[in-house]
């Protein structure tokens, strides 16, 4: 069986799904790995070395899709919508598309992939189990985007994030407000830790208290009725509006205390919680900096523009996109491991097995024998049931 990946089209798409270091992995599973030239160059991947792994390189894009059963990508057409378009017409019937799609959003190409009879397993569905935990590339690429989260708040900071004692007298550490302590917020915190600087958080999820403070961070109580602030999956849902607004209310002087704030709230599959209000930027520290996780998703803070850096009452206002695309080499070691999880799972006796029994099958295939098949995504389409 072949599987294969391709040069991501995806503006900015520096990551490549598969690495050399997978593919004797895959190969003793069963694949034969194709690669379309260059596709991991921009991660520091070349071609040589995954020829010396026992990759096959092609030229052409078209005989990648062309000759392979399975085809793996970071950003599928869903999560690609104007550039992935073309590869709708390399696609054909029976074949078996893994990659991150944007399912619950992406609904017009949802029903595109599912009219080429393609399987589609969308990899930001991947159940947070145990079992799945190998597969979680929600949670690698949170790890690398949270680090750069860091990094960036640092960069722009009129200051040093560590206390320092010099002869010029003792400089203070700079003081850091993480929001939400999911994956992404428990990374923020422990690079913001490691560059010095004093760290506290925030979570509606009491829960996640012990995370907090055994990475050194002082977790922020609210005192707000907070049950039931996290899904089955483990991810924090949405709690409604009249939460949100007493929370904001009680953080507002929290935020004028901090130097930096990194907000990382996302619900899966919608809007982002607005957290930060322009009120509460009007009381920060002129030099001070938000760096917004959340902007893709609308962000948190309301004076955040996606993809931009804005300049609000003295405080500095990030909303970077795609940060695990700026560290490609790691964050695609870390995302074809996942990918490489997910495709030994489902091999078995050399062919692809589909059960539908098996959470982490049932939970990530979108479209099926030419069906839109997931239940979530059917849905939100107004259809009814699932079909596997």
Sequence with gaps: MNVGTVKETFPGEKRVALVPGVVPILTKAGFQVLLQSSAGEEAGFADAAYEQKGATVVSDRA?????????????????NLDEGRGDLEHLRPDQI???????????????AVAAKNVSLFAMELIPRSTRAQSM???????????????????????????????AA????????????AGVAGLQAIATARRLGAQVSAYDVRPAVREEVESLGAKFLEIA???????????????????FYKKQREMMTQVVAENDVVITTAAIPGKQAPRLVTTEMVKGMRRGSVIVDMAAERGGNCELTKADEVVQAYGVTVLGPLNLAA???RHASQMYARNITSFLCHLVKDGAVQLDADDEIVRETLVTHRGEVSHPRVRE?????????
């Design 63 to 79: 005989e990648v899709f062309r000759s392979c059963e399975v085809i793996v990508q970071v950003r599928s057409y869903g999560a």
């Design 97 to 111: 598309l893994v990659g991150s799609f944007e399912p619950l959003t992406s609904l017009e190409a949802v029903k």
């Design 136 to 166: 979680d590339v929600l949670s690698s690429m949170a790890t690398v985007s949270a680090y750069k989260a860091v990094l960036l708040a640092a960069e722009h900071l009129p200051q040093m994030f560590p206390m320092m004692m010099t």
């Design 169 to 180: 007298g003792t400089i203070q550490p700079a003081k850091v407000f993480v929001i939400g």
């Design 224 to 242: 707000l009725d907070s049950e039931n602030a996290q899904d089955q999956s483990g991810y924090a849902k949405a709690l409604g509006e009249e």
């Design 326 to 328: 700026t560290v490609p």
């Design 380 to 388: 939100a389409l107004g259809l009814a049931g699932a079909t596997i």
